[in-house]
C-alpha cells in the first residue's frame, strides 16, 4: 500500500532523533507490505474514530488513516501525540 505523507507527520518526523527516525521507516516499510505485520502492532484510536495507531518502540508511536490507495500518515512522536491531532 502507498504511504501519504502529511505536514504535520514531515514536521514531527523531522524533530525526532536519528535512530527513531531510522526505526519509523523500519515500522513502515512492515505496514506498507502489510497492515497485519506484527512488528508495529498497528490498533484502532479510541478517541478517534478512524484513525489507528502503529508502534515504533515503548515511547514513540505513529498515527494514520486509511484512505483510498493508501495510508495518510498524521503524525509521529511520543504517546501524547493523541492530544495534538
Known sequence: MRLVKTRSFIAD???LPAEVRRRVDQKLRFLAENIAHPSPRVKR???WE???EGSVNMSY???FQIT???YA???VG???ILDRL
Open 13 to 15: 518526523y523531522e524533530a
Open 45 to 47: 484510536v479510541r478517541r
Open 50 to 52: 478512524g484513525v489507528l
Open 61 to 63: 508511536r505513529f498515527l
Open 68 to 70: 483510498t490507495g493508501a
Open 73 to 75: 500518515l498524521l503524525r
Open 78 to 80: 511520543k504517546h501524547d
